[in-house]
């Protein structure tokens, strides 16, 4: 499902008038408009539009998988992520078929509300773990999906700059926030926001500390000193 391109800030495209104009004036116009145009493919190529089919139904096949669900209600199902990029990793799923974000409205809060209270749920579930709750800002898959993730981001799974900064940086957006830029319509920007994709190629920064790192097993390496750290403190308390 390709989302619908909006119109340009810059305003509508020039109308055809009866007089005509001067060649140079209809050149001119004419480099404005492809000028204008070459701006647009820019903003919207960012957004994965070209999803292939078997991409877009692999949530929908996992909600089917007895081993994966966890927990269902009328509204959702929750699974656990078939590619982990921590130690608990979630993802709770509106039954009905919500393909992105910008499809997602008003009348769907109430869902959207739901799905938040059952992540907070399974969160608890699992304390003393932090968990953080929210959405990617560009999915990479289709159907609209809520991530539950401990915060530890210990997995085999978590192998790329890319994984890391999809959680640790603005890129995922906090699902209470989301709610509130659905209650407000800001939700519908964010495909034509091209500072998602540049939140991807920060460098690789510590979520816990100020450290930052040059490569992947470097900062997982770093990691698990925070991990010990915690448990330590947990276990003298």
């Given amino acids: 499902m390709t989302p ?14 009866k007089s005509v104009e001067k060649p140079k004036n ?4 004419l480099k404005k408009t492809k000028s204008v145009d070459s701006a647009k493919e820019r903003i919207t190529t960012s957004l994965p539009t070209n999803i292939p089919s078997w991409v877009s139904s692999q949530l929908l096949q ?13 509204l959702w199902t929750a699974i656990r992520d078939r590619y982990p ?11 009905q078929s919500i393909p992105r974000l910008t499809d997602v409205t008003l009348e769907h809060l109430p869902l959207l509300q739901s799905m938040h209270q059952a992540a907070e749920e399974l969160a608890l579930s699992f304390a003393p773990s932090d968990f953080r709750i929210g959405y990617h800002s560009v ?16 997995s085999p799974c978590l192998k790329t700059k890319k994984h890391w ?15 509130q830029m659905v209650q407000q319509g800001d939700h519908l920007k964010i495909p034509h926001d091209p500072k998602y994709g540049l939140l991807l190629k920060q460098e690789l920064r510590c979520h816990k ?6 490569t992947m097993p470097q900062l997982k390496t770093h990691l698990k000193t925070h991990v010990g750290t915690e448990m330590e403190s947990i276990s003298s308390t």
């Fill in 4 to 17: 619908k391109r909006t119109k340009t800030t810059n305003g509508a495209h020039p109308t055809t008038s």
């Fill in 139 to 154: 999915p990479s898959m289709l159907q609209l999906h809520l991530h539950v993730i401990s915060t530890d981001f210990c």
């Fill in 165 to 179: 900064n999809s959680f640790n940086t603005d890129f995922f957006i906090p699902s209470n926030v989301f709610m």
């Fill in 85 to 95: 990029k921590a130690k608990h990793h979630f993802l709770i799923l509106p039954n």
């Fill in 26 to 29: 209809s050149l001119h116009q």
């Fill in 62 to 74: 996992a909600m089917k998988i007895p081993a994966l669900v966890i927990k269902q209600s009328e």
């Fill in 209 to 214: 500390c100020p450290d930052s790192f040059r």
